[in-house]
């Protein structure tokens, strides 16, 4: 195949259930797949490692992480001294922006992924927002979405003089559960993903923070056991 | 003086002219100031000193500096092996993207000036993009600074539930001799700033390369001698 027939793709991959199920979106579209994930403060790297077993178990090419100190900036109880919160109700999860915040976050992220893909010829950006993910972050928003890839056209050499920059997010109208249905209809091992704020010290799941509750919930609609739970002696509650 | 009464801004601070100059704007406007400068890769940090000095000597309450590996993702002349153009006519300075081009440079750049501003509540972004540096550098021109602005009040909480965002590019119209008149009224000690992509151990700049051509033309337009010359023994070539 010639170089100029080979469609490449950015996909940030976070370790996460969603991002995750972007990736083997981007990959069965027939993109030749390049995974991009963040140091940026975290407090816990086992989202990390499940990124990299990830981006090598479903095919993409080559993966890289990025160190970014983010919680040099502060502002968020995911990179600084805060407390995570637990045991919130679905709509306490949806209502109003969570103390989780990473200031903008997304547009960081999608800035660097747009970086690499400008050097590798990448014409698509796939991030994995959804809808449940909105629950107050205003980065998740469609809207945001779509003027991120105006920006970035206007921002690029592949948008000004070349073939353009396309920013896909395919989960975005999708619920947790039916983001997990086409997961698994894709074969996506889901065993594989970690969506805990705030994994024990062996990265089992803490089952209470908003994230974890998301799965949850998510797994129970779709009718589905969370192939994590085993892994970790755990069940659902 | 309240809180609330207080107007910041973040002012994106490379060390070089044209950022010095947004600095010492950004005061004159009554903002009270953060600066920030990037580590991102660059062959020499000469300018990272500068930016430091800057800030503390024009009147910003705080300076930071963050690293950023832009170099991992490779493709620039700037951050990776390739050599730095030397003794280019002005026409061809002006015309394509010259290979000193680091991908997506200014997106990431404001969209980390971006979260800072979200965390200190700061409401205006400066940056130093200017009709010369537009120079083939996409995201150098007026309508990625817009569509930035506006991706920018989509993605954050400032944008959507506070007082908006404001993408300030103060020099974008004008020309290098006049950026150096503008700041000269202002007080501005150029002496303190440096701009070229190579220079020697000593910090000298080699008056070579686009960026030292550009400045020695703007300065001899302007009807001024550069002050840095003079610190190095150099004159006016």
């Known amino acids: ?9 950015i996909v940030l991959l976070s370790g996460g259930l969603d991002s995750a199920t972007v990736l083997a979106c981007a990959i069965r579209e027939g993109f030749e797949c390049r995974t991009l994930a963040f140091r940026y403060g975290q407090r816990h790297t086992v989202e990390l490692e499940a990124a990299s077993h990830l981006s090598k178990e479903l095919g993409a090419v080559e993966h ?8 040099a900036l502060g502002g968020s109880s995911l990179t600084g001294q805060g407390e995570v919160p637990k045991g919130r109700s679905e709509t306490e999860i949806g209502g109003g922006i969570p103390s989780t915040y990473v200031p903008a976050r997304n547009t960081v ?7 690499w893909a400008e050097v590798v010829e990448a014409t698509h950006l796939y991030i994995g927002v959804n809808a449940v993910d909105y629950s107050g972050y205003p980065d998740c928003r469609p809207e945001f979405i779509q003027a991120f890839e105006r920006m970035a056209n206007f921002a690029t050499k592949m948008g000004t003089e070349g073939p353009g920059v396309h920013v896909v997010a395919p ?7 039916e983001i997990i ?3 698994m209809s894709m074969g996506v091992d889901y065993s594989l993903t970690r969506s805990c704020y705030d994994p024990d010290p062996r990265g089992a799941p803490c089952l209470g923070c908003d994230s974890c509750q998301l799965r949850l919930a ?4 779709a009718g589905h056991e ?8 755990l069940t659902t509650p």
């Open 171 to 177: 989960l975005q109208k999708l619920s947790k559960s």
């Open 226 to 233: 969370d192939p994590l739970l085993p892994l970790f002696g």
């Open 109 to 115: 992220f999608l800035a660097l992924g747009l970086a």
């Open 218 to 221: 998510g797994f129970h609609e």
């Open 181 to 183: 249905r086409l997961g």
């Open 64 to 71: 890289r992480v990025m160190d970014i100190d983010l919680s």
């Open 1 to 9: 195949m010639e170089k100029s027939s080979i469609r490449r793709a």
